[in-house]
């Protein structure tokens, strides 16, 4: 590096060179170097992301009977309740198990549910509406239409879902029996109460019959 200096006397450039060597950076460049600092480091805990998204709203039309029309309707059965319900057909084969069609899809592809829980054969998608007592029943709740989308798949006719009862409170019990033709007789029972949360309904029937009915045009 040449440093040309007019008017500048010997002792003067020896000492502006002497600085210049000790203290290069200082002496010209102006910037000082930083200085490291200590940093901190913080451990986040665990952060959680979450969405929202609207729920799938019924796409299906529903029906629906309550206790009080499966009374006054007489029905001594779930099938002849569910029999109320419109589009709905009951047909009893020669197994003696009810089978019901929903707008004319036959039972494995329809859904039956006791307090939204399946409870379709997991072998053939059939089931047996006759294990539930009538007595049992609180309302019936029909969906028919494209209710896949909430149920899964089996339900291209409709699901129908059968609510029991819970008790109420105190403590309550009923019993009843009736016979009629073929020697058919029926017997039924239940008790049912509540105290505080906690609440029972229990119930057990019977029903026999020895005979069914043949057509008019049957001959022996």
Known sequence: MHIKCRGVNKQTFLLICLIQVLFP??????????????????TLGEVVVT????????????HKITQEEISISGARNLNEAIDLLPGVNVMVGGDAVPKIDIRGFRPRHNILLLNGIPINS???????????????????????????VLYGQGGLGGVINIITKKGTEGIKGMAGAEAGSGKSHMGKVNLSGR????????????S????????????D
């Open 208 to 219: 026999k019959r020895d005979s069914y009915s043949l057509s008019h045009d049957f001959k």
């Open 51 to 62: 969405g929202k998204k609207e729920g799938v709203e019924s796409v299906g039309t529903v």
């Open 195 to 206: 105290d505080g949360k906690v609440n029972f309904f229990s119930s057990a029937s019977y």
């Open 25 to 42: 950076t200082y002496g010209f460049s102006g910037t000082e170097k930083a200085e490291p600092r200590d940093t901190e480091v913080y």
């Open 122 to 148: 997991t072998y053939d998608q059939q089931f047996n509406p006759s294990i539930i007592p009538v007595e049992n029943i609180a309302e019936i709740k029909m969906t028919s239409g494209p209710s896949s």
